[in-house]
């Protein structure tokens, strides 16, 4: 990954705060997220000065376009994407990255389980579907991730950042021992 020690404990710090408030109150609100994002944006200008800037500036904006897209066709909410942004900027577009993606993975099991333990793992499955293809196919289901009558799963995505950024760490640890 290639993230600093001292980014990758900011990251920890910030998705920990972030998660608590996030199971606790469904939000993750700005003041932790723009933190993040200004302490990164920071960091790449001390690093190497108005280049890291930019560097840290293109890492927050591709760390945060899937996560944009999501949210724009009602699939996640506004602080998960202003954290996955803050973390670009932290960690640099590949980290981050890596991190997202495991953070998506996580997010997906979590909603498997929610759907299992409500007895509702099919409609959801169509649901999901319906959200996937809509680019596709057009508008039609926004925001619902499961079928008619069926109450959408609403997965406090924080949590899933924390479990991830802690594996990434771990795992950059564990390469460095």
Known sequence: MGAPARSMAAALILVLAAAIVDARTGRIPNRLTLTGLVAGLLAGLAAVGPVGLAVALASALAAGLV???LFRAG???GG???LLAALGALLGAGGALELEMLAFAVGALQGLWMWL???T???GLK??????LRPLVGPGSRGCL???GTPATVICFGPAVLAAT???????LAGRA
Do not use: E, N, T
């Open 67 to 69: 996560p944009f897209l």
């Open 75 to 77: 699939a996640m909410g």
């Open 80 to 82: 998960d994407v202003k």
């Open 117 to 119: 333990r409500a007895g």
């Open 121 to 123: 793992l099919a409609a």
């Open 127 to 132: 649901g999901a579907a319906r959200l996937a």
């Open 146 to 148: 499961a079928s008619a």
């Open 166 to 172: 802690v594996a990434i760490a771990a795992l950059a």
